[in-house]
């Protein structure tokens, strides 16, 4: 009898985002600090006889994210993490994914890597794979440099091109504002402005060393602390290609907020706040300022990728 398995992803931010000069393979080597957040994909995986993948996209009920920029073909990540499962495991059953959006797209946050990290852990157990957490960490670094986080969730710092994790302490909860745009940014062009300005000598090459006051921070549960310790190189490159987003930065400072970053290569900003009141303060205070198309709420660190009900 064929099933429905649902499994939901977090998003994520990254407290920290140093980047080294870029290397022969494209890639840049990273030293970054995931937080993930209680903002969810879900991932519904129908088993199908005939071998074909499907893919259909909704969003999650009032959400303000704009589900039309989402590829339905194979270039959809939570497409090729079932083709990748598929063809690693010996399936010859195809699936039908449905996806429910609860990530801005294109938007700093890994919704695309929440996809295929969600995908994985639904398709291995709907395709009764026996796939062990190991083997599908494995196929997550192949599908994407962020995709292994998507899956271990919580805190932890990442190194090569972001997919070597290692658990980070951190303590308490943090509450962050996120001012989304319609508009997104592509990650390579926000790499390959990053390299343009490093050529020209506009920006320095940070050592690529984990970041004392960030990690003490977590420790100690210390939202003000860690607001003023983010660090994100990309993110100059990002305010470059988007100009808007220094408005939103100035917005979010002008609310007070403990710090303020652009979410790994943009267009989000995340504000940090000191308590779940102060981020509703911020984010009515960033939406009366109009200089974002939408505000969510989220806080972190959240679990990783989880196996929901089956149907
Ligand atoms: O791994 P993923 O497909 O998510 O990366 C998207 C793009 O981001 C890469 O093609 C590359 O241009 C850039 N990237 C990078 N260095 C990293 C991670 C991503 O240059 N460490």
Redesign the pocket.
């Known amino acids: 009898m064929t099933r429905t398995v649902r499994a939901k992803a977090p998003a994520k931010v990254n407290l920290q985002l140093t ?1 080294g000069p ?1 290397r022969a393979d ?5 030293v970054t600090v995931f937080q993930a957040l209680d903002l969810w994909e879900v991932v519904e995986a129908t088993p199908r006889t005939d071998g074909r993948i499907t893919l259909a996209v909704d969003v999650a009920a009032g959400s303000p994210i704009d589900a039309s920029r989402v590829p339905l073909d194979e270039t959809n990540l939570a497409w090729k993490a079932a083709d990748l499962l598929a063809r690693t495991f010996g399936i010859a059953d195809g699936v039908d994914l449905r996806i429910v959006k609860g990530v801005p797209v294109a938007g700093g946050m890994a919704g695309g ?1 929440a996809d295929a990290a969600a995908a994985l852990v639904a398709c291995a157990e709907a395709w009764d794979t026996g796939a062990t957490r190991g083997e599908l960490t494995a196929l997550a670094a192949r599908l ?4 292994p986080f998507s899956l271990h969730g919580h805190t932890a710092v990442g190194m ?3 997919d070597e994790l290692t658990p980070a302490m951190s303590h308490g909860e943090f509450h962050w504002v996120l001012a989304t745009q319609r508009a997104g940014l592509s ?2 062009d926000v ?2 402005e990053y390299d343009r300005r490093i050529e020209s000598g506009e920006q320095a090459v940070s050592d690529l060393d984990i970041d004392g006051p960030i990690m003490r921070a977590l420790m100690a549960g210390d939202a003000v602390a860690l607001g003023e310790s983010l660090l994100n190189d990309l993110e100059g490159p990002a305010l470059a290609l988007m100009p808007r987003l220094e408005e939103v930065l100035d917005a979010a400072e002008a609310a007070e907020a403990c710090g303020a970053i652009v979410s790994g ?1 943009g267009p989000t900003v995340a504000a940090l706040a000191r308590s779940r009141q102060h981020a509703l303060a911020i984010a009515a205070h960033l939406k009366a300022s109009k200089t974002c198309d939408a505000v969510v709420t989220a806080s972190g660190p959240a679990t990783g990728t989880l196996l929901l009900d089956s149907q």
Request: proline share 10%; net charge positive.
């Open positions: 980047v870029r494209g890639y840049h080597p990273l890597s994407g440099a962020d995709v090569g091109r972001g990650t390579p790499f390959a290569s």
